[in-house]
């Protein structure tokens, strides 16, 4: 018997949509954000009647998001997209606007995993460094140096593009 | 340096949840489905479980929508999610029996929000046919309590499952309306669905 009140899942999902999609959006793009976020509440409602606590239910739904954010580059990596659609998502402009999110989640998505999931978590899903330490199954420390890291390489990049015309 | 979140384009996350909230209900991972049916004696709430019907609830009688489904995620399980298309049968009997179409509701229904001498009760009720109407006593004898005709009406005011449950049915045993679930308005007009002659 689970031992935690939870809401009725409808309001749990109802509640933490926009942050779910925004974190997606973040780390897979949005392209690949709809399915991620389907999989992410699909698989959240299987555990559901299995929880055994609500004090963090937003902490617990984006770490599985993080993981569906995880296949979705996993995936990736074993079918790397044509030439041609490569070209067009690196052209700053055109992602720009198919993401809408602007170029700097493009420039995250390209980091080393362990610092593009601490920054999408860190600043697209909005968790504390405590949170993303138990999401990644890591420490504290490492978490900050990662998302310190990350931020260190994304400065440098910037720095080296020239400004647009 | 800051990395402000992806801008979200409005109404985006909601529609993706309602299509995420479907394909659970398609892929019978919910164990709880719910839906608003208008009516004309206000806005409902029908609750279904596998084993059908469980809750019809007066939405702003029953302190509305989040308590009614909170009530429910206590007592059965908090696998509930919104999916209308799931109660079409629901909502279409519900549809035929106000506008006069339809006498007897060809639901399964769900029991379990009731337990012991209330469902007794409940389920003597759910007998008392289309057009007549029965006493809190003659509820009370026929569910094995001639006494407990108090009970008897306690047991109709916490019927889970009303209109298709005719507690309406049940008055007084002088002849007054007694209480009711939904308010005496709604006994009222139900009555006069089924019976127009007597309760216009």
Known sequence: ?165 | MSLPPPDLVPGEAAALAARTSARAADEGLAQIVYARVDSPVGQLVAVSTPRGLARIAYELENGGLDSILDDVALKLSPSIIEAPARLDDVRRELEEYFEGRRQNFDLALDWSLTTGFRRRVLQQCARIPFGATSTYKEMAIAAGSPRAFRAAGGALGSNPIPIVVPCHRVLATGGGLGGYTGGLDRKRKLLSIEAPTLFA
């Open chain 1, 1 to 165: 018997m689970p031992t935690a009140h939870l809401p009725p899942f409808q309001r749990f999902l109802d509640t933490h949509r926009d942050d779910v999609l925004r974190f997606l959006i973040a780390s897979v793009g949005r392209h690949d954000a709809d399915d991620a976020f389907q999989e992410t509440f699909l698989s959240a409602l299987r555990a559901y009647p299995r929880l055994t606590s609500n004090s963090n239910l937003r902490g617990w739904v984006l770490t599985i998001a993080h993981r569906k954010a995880i296949d979705v580059h996993r995936a990736r990596r074993r079918n790397p997209l044509p030439v041609a659609e490569v070209r067009e998502r690196v052209d700053g402009s055109a992602s720009a606007t198919a993401d809408g999110a602007g170029d700097h989640w493009e420039r995250v998505r390209a980091l080393p995993p362990r610092q593009r999931e601490v920054l999408t978590l860190r600043y697209g899903a909005d968790l504390t460094h405590g949170e993303i330490a138990s999401a990644l199954g890591c420490s504290e420390e490492a978490a900050r140096r990662a998302a310190a890291d990350g931020l260190k390489t994304l400065r440098e990049e910037l720095r080296d593009v020239p400004a647009t015309p």
